[in-house]
């Protein structure tokens, strides 16, 4: 796995800045040559580092205005089993595995709550899920961002 440097955290930078830039003017405007900008990138598109496009999509303006946040129990022996089941619901769009007294959270996006009631009851009819407890997100009020952590690391 490669580990990311201070000339990738750079060029990650400049690219949460100007997402659209071509390799020529991130060299130009890092002081590279085009040359390593490019290894660097495709270096940082096969590890984790940079993920897909959909990360970038806003679900709103697709038609999904309601972001739901569903912290779920879970069979433990069923787990990877549930897993499985919520990848085949298009509406689940992300799932983090938990410490605590709730096994899973589920973002899910939903049309209206007609359609979260359905969503809700897909995640249930899970075999394994034990029950959820379903949140309705108010409002995004800190986006997603790296970028501060990247500030931070190439200052220290």
Same mark, same amino acid.
């Given at each position: 796995?490669?580990?990311?440097?201070?000339?990738?955290?750079?060029?990650?930078?400049?690219?949460?800045?100007?997402?659209?830039?071509?390799? =020529?003017?991130?060299?130009?405007?890092? $002081? +590279?040559?085009?040359?390593? @900008?490019?290894?660097?990138?495709?270096?940082? !598109?096969?590890?984790?580092?940079?993920?897909?496009?959909?990360?970038?999509?806003?679900?709103?303006?697709?038609?999904?205005?309601?972001?739901?946040?569903?912290?779920?129990?879970?069979?433990?022996?069923?787990?990877?089993?549930?897993?499985?089941?919520?990848?085949?619901?298009?509406?689940? =769009?992300?799932?983090?595995?938990?410490? $605590? +007294?709730?096994?899973?959270? @589920?973002?899910?996006?939903?049309?209206?709550? !007609?359609?979260?009631?359905?969503?809700?009851?897909?995640?249930?009819?899970?075999?394994?899920?034990?029950?959820?407890?379903?949140?309705?997100?108010?409002?995004?009020?800190?986006?997603?961002r790296l970028a501060p952590v990247?500030?931070?690391?190439?200052?220290?």
């Open positions: 796995m490669h580990t990311v440097d201070d000339t990738d955290r750079r060029i990650l930078l400049a690219m949460t800045e100007n997402p659209r830039s071509t390799i =020529v003017a991130l060299a130009e405007k890092l $002081g +590279l040559s085009r040359n390593t @900008v490019q290894a660097r990138l495709a270096a940082l !598109e096969a590890g984790p580092a940079l993920q897909g496009y959909d990360r970038r999509l806003h679900a709103a303006s697709l038609g999904y205005p309601l972001t739901v946040f569903m912290t779920t129990q879970v069979d433990q022996p069923h787990l990877e089993h549930v897993v499985e089941q919520l990848r085949e619901i298009p509406e689940v =769009v992300q799932v983090h595995g938990l410490s $605590g +007294l709730n096994d899973i959270l @589920v973002r899910c996006v939903c049309r209206d709550t !007609e359609d979260l009631y359905r969503v809700n009851k897909l995640v249930l009819g899970c075999e394994g899920v034990i029950r959820t407890d379903t949140s309705l997100a108010m409002g995004e009020l800190i986006p997603f990247l500030e931070r690391d190439l200052e220290g």
